[in-house]
């Protein structure tokens, strides 16, 4: 059964109250300034064709979509 | 019921075949999945799994070398890819779902001849800890029926304890394998963060996120995770652990002072002191700072990381807009982790819950100095009996002592350690991130 838009406020509201509470009792916790850190580091890329997928990927892929043709998916701009 | 290692022997001496291990343990499944108990632990059967077991056979009696898991009937959870079973994370919005992959895990257990016997129940999009957020109808606790089985690996847990299969896999966010396994009396095992690939596992909260074995004893959960444990790149937090050496130390125990069921308590530092005087290791009291803070660090992180990782499930490649089709707690976490993660919130809620997670971290490192390994109940409860209200925070609170190792990435696992009530009640055992096998050997103590 559908959650109803009623039933969606009240979760939004409780939820957001006990976020609030966890807020608050992590209060004390004392955090540096959020930054990324990374070490040098360099992607080597590997050459070749790579690995084919198998021959019923395309298959069971277009098998799951909603709306598709003979070989792609469809969607719609913004139907969703 | 046997184990899996000794199936694994009756089926090298010839006193089992494959085919019949498989045909058994579908007989258990017929006879009290959908009818008889009702355990509805199984949502999907591998139609091809007589058959996969019959080529193995073929194999043994040509004297072709087999694999490690030959012939052992495997249960997966379905939020893990098998290839052309069905993946529906026990929700509406992937009902129908079938994985074009195998899962990195998968892959694994097929190249050691284990048998993919079905897909799991579980909490829906495994937000939950008790059974019952299955879009799928609950999972029954076979070790107790009238209570919940725990989640969210619930159909995991059940299936090992129903006898539906010789090894089950699940995972474990912030205790979803160690809880149902405590509650349903097997055992639950949680690796370090990183110890297994998690492509293919349909991500509850990636920073979190494990794949683990749920099986009879400590020895299968050795042999399972010998097999799906290793180093990945296609799991850019894969990293190596600690190699398998003999423990030649003096162990020492730390137990840390948490909040749980007085008798519970009772039962750990009974089972606690036994263990420790019969190899002659020692205990230590310790504390560990913020231990307390463990949900309002884990679930800000969840929301968000949760959030994030459903925006994939709009509808337009698979599926339903996730949005329209779940469950209340589904929608709950993403409501909440659409919220906090807004910019007018920044620094509030998950930059917070992130510098705690680094505290918590550091404070467990700290205790590892001083002890090789902590014990405390897997759960701070019994389970509670289906059809009482519970409220969200009290639900929430059954993941207390579990979603410490998820935070401080650290391996962990539940062992059966004896009933209240009639109840099985689960003793945690957690280690140093890395330190899995040593982990594993101190367990089988704990037997």
């Not at chain 1, 080597?44 to 070989?71: C, H, Q, V, W, Y």
């Not at chain 2, 390994?373 to 289906?386: S, T």
Request: glycine share 8%.
């Amino acid at each position: 059964m559908a959650i109803s838009d009623e039933e969606k406020a009240q979760i939004r509201l409780e939820t957001r109250k006990l976020l609030d509470e966890f807020s608050k009792a992590l209060a004390s916790v004392k955090g540096e300034e959020a930054s990324v850190i990374r070490k040098d580091y360099s992607r080597k890329e590997k050459s070749g064709k790579g690995k084919e997928p198998d021959n019923d990927f395309k298959e069971i892929m277009l098998a799951n979509a909603p709306n598709k043709t003979e070989d792609s998916i469809l969607a719609e701009k913004k139907s969703w | 019921m046997v184990t899996a290692i000794e199936k694994i022997k009756l089926i090298k001496e010839g006193k089992l075949t494959c085919e019949q291990n498989i045909k058994q343990l579908l007989a258990n499944i017929e006879k009290d999945n959908q009818k008889g108990k009702k355990i509805n632990a199984i949502l999907h059967l591998n139609p091809r799994a007589v058959e996969e077991a019959r080529v193995i056979d073929e194999k043994i009696k040509k004297k072709v070398k087999v694999g490690k898991l030959a012939g052992l009937g495997i249960i997966v959870k379905s939020n893990i890819c098998v290839k052309n079973l069905i993946a529906n994370c026990a929700s509406k919005t992937l009902e129908n779902y079938k994985c074009p992959y195998d899962a990195r895990v998968i892959e694994k257990i097929k190249q050691e001849d284990g048998i993919i016997l079905g897909m799991a129940n579980m909490d829906e999009f495994a937000a939950g800890a008790s059974g019952e957020n299955s879009a799928f109808g609950i999972t029954k606790n076979p070790a107790s029926l009238e209570r919940i089985p725990g989640g969210s690996s619930s159909g995991s847990a059940a299936s090992v304890a129903a006898g539906f299969c010789d090894l089950a896999l699940g995972s474990d966010t912030g205790g979803s394998i160690r809880n149902p396994a405590s509650h349903c009396g097997v055992v639950g095992f949680k690796p370090s963060y990183g110890a297994v690939s998690r492509y293919g596992l349909i991500d509850l909260a990636m920073s979190l996120d494990q794949i683990g074995a749920i099986t009879r004893d400590v020895k299968d959960a050795e042999l399972l995770f010998e097999i799906i444990s290793g180093v990945d790149e296609k799991d850019a937090a894969s990293q190596e652990i600690k190699p398998k050496k003999p423990i030649q130390k003096k162990l020492i125990i730390g137990i840390p002072k948490v909040g749980a069921n007085p008798k519970i308590l009772n039962l750990i530092s009974k089972k606690v002191e036994e263990v420790c005087k019969k190899n002659k290791w020692d205990t230590k009291n310790i504390e560990i700072k913020n231990i307390d803070l463990g949900i309002q660090t884990y679930y800000p992180i969840n929301y968000v990381e949760f959030f994030s990782g459903t925006r994939k499930f709009d509808g337009r490649r698979f599926g339903l807009k996730i949005e329209d089709s779940c469950g209340k707690e589904v929608l709950r976490r993403i409501i909440g982790g659409s919220e906090i993660s807004q910019e007018e919130f920044a620094g509030r809620y998950y930059k917070k819950a992130l510098d705690a997670k680094k505290l918590l971290t550091e404070e467990f490192e700290k205790a590892f100095k001083s002890v090789d390994l902590i014990v405390i109940p897997a759960v701070p409860r019994l389970p509670h009996k289906f059809g009482e209200k519970i409220s969200l925070i009290d639900m929430y609170n059954y993941d207390t002592l579990t979603v410490l190792a998820n935070i401080a990435e650290i391996a962990a696992i539940s062992v059966p350690c004896g009933k209240i009530q009639d109840v099985p009640v689960g003793l945690q055992l957690m280690a140093p991130r890395g330190s899995d096998w040593m982990l594993l050997e101190a367990s089988e103590k704990f037997e």
